[in-house]
Every structure is written in structure tokens, then in C-alpha cells.
């Protein structure tokens, strides 16, 4: 079990906070970066975040003349991972059925318990029966055309507030980091920003 957590923590470490603290950026860019990151691994697109977030990033940049740091914003979609993504799914699907059903806008169309979607999804995930491409494409139509749009629907219901949140918390964790990294150098916060922060 102290295997299991402390592989855990690593990762949370390498992944999501590494990457925040090297992060060059400008803060803003680095916590939109984290904004998207978040909102992009908060959705059913198992397999296609990543190039998700390369896409957004090029839009952004060339047609928007608006950046945000890449690096952030690829390593924040790890979010939904392996350990969290059975968990996550669900929650969106039954976050969308019950939407649909307190709207009235329609009924549940698939009768889906934590049981059967685990198993479904753990089959498609083998990668002992199945190559990489057969996983991004049984994966991505199981959760895309299977289950469709509830779990697009109930993703939104954690995506929108979390990638706000993320915004505002990762913009606040930042600043206090980087003072706090200046004063130790011995100099100020704007000293440290004309040093080190990528123009």
C-alpha cells in the first residue's frame, strides 16, 4: 500500500506540480495553460487530450494572438489517468442522465451500472488484446458515440467551475511561489521576473 501512494504522489509531483513551478511563463499564461489543461482532462476524450490542447494552443496563437504555456497545459490533462479516469467517467455519465432527466429533455438511454462500465472500459483499455489506435478508437466511440452526449453533458458540470477554480488557484499558488523564490535569491519579485520570466 505505501508502494501504491507513494507511486501515486510521484506522480501527482512530476506531473502536475513540476511543471507549474519550472514553468517560465508569465503567470497568467502558465494558469491558462492550467485552466485549459484541466478543462481538456475533464472531459470524456480518453486518448485525444493532449492533441486537444496542442489544437487550442494553435487556434489561441495564431488566429486569437493569445498564449498560455503549453508544457502546463498538456501535463495538467494527466488529471484523468489511469487511476482517476473509471471514476471520473462515471461521474460525468450519471451527472449527464440525471441533467437530462431533471430537464425533461430526455430519458436514459442506456441502463449502465459502475460494474458494467468498468468492465466494458477495462476491455477496451488492454492493451494485451488490443493495439494503441484500437484503444483511441473503441475508447474514444464507446465514450463518445456509445455513451454520447451525457457524459459531454456531465463533463461540462465539472469542467467550467474547475477550470475556473484552477485559474484562480494556480494564478495565486504562483505568485506566492516566485516571491518566495526571489526573496531567497536575495532580490525582488520584479528583479526576478526581468531575470527569469519568458518575455
Not at 438511454?109 to 466494458?120: D, S, V
Not at 473503441?138 to 451525457?150: E, K, W
Request: net charge positive.
Amino acid at each position: 500500500m505505501r508502494d501504491v501512494y507513494q507511486t501515486v504522489r510521484t506522480h501527482i509531483y512530476v506531473n502536475l506540480i513540476k511543471p507549474l513551478r519550472e514553468s517560465v511563463s508569465p503567470i497568467h499564461e502558465t494558469a491558462l495553460g492550467s485552466a485549459i489543461g484541466i478543462f481538456v482532462g475533464l472531459t470524456p476524450t480518453v486518448g485525444l487530450q493532449m492533441w486537444i490542447v496542442l489544437m487550442v494552443w494553435l487556434g489561441l496563437k495564431f488566429f486569437l494572438k493569445l498564449r498560455f504555456d503549453l508544457i502546463v497545459g498538456t501535463a495538467i490533462v494527466w488529471i484523468s489517468n489511469p487511476f482517476t479516469m473509471f471514476f471520473l467517467y462515471y461521474g460525468f455519465l450519471e451527472t449527464g442522465y440525471s441533467f437530462i432527466s431533471m430537464s425533461g429533455i430526455g430519458s436514459k438511454p442506456l441502463e449502465l451500472n459502475y460494474t458494467t462500465f468498468y468492465n466494458q472500459l477495462s476491455f477496451i483499455l488492454d492493451t494485451h488484446q488490443h493495439s494503441g489506435l484500437d484503444i483511441i478508437f473503441n475508447g474514444s466511440r464507446f465514450l463518445l458515440v456509445d455513451l454520447g452526449y451525457p457524459m459531454l453533458i456531465g463533463s461540462m458540470f465539472y469542467a467550467v467551475p474547475c477550470s475556473i477554480l484552477s485559474y484562480i488557484l494556480i494564478k495565486r499558488y504562483l505568485t506566492g511561489y516566485r516571491k518566495r523564490r526571489a526573496e531567497k535569491m536575495g532580490i525582488n519579485y520584479e528583479q526576478w521576473r526581468e531575470l527569469f520570466e519568458r518575455k
